[in-house]
């Protein structure tokens, strides 16, 4: 791990809250592209 003094480090904004969408049978890595189909509302609601 690289050690960066904290007056360097960038302040990102992350949302107090943040959605998650949990996937069976499926694991998505950093900057994969994967098509996804979603039925249930819950999760309709989440994407939008």
Known sequence: MIFIPREKREKRNIP???PILP???TVLFPELVLPIMVG???SVKLID
């Open 16 to 18: 107090k809250f943040l």
């Open 23 to 25: 996937l069976r049978g």
């Open 40 to 42: 249930r509302k819950k």
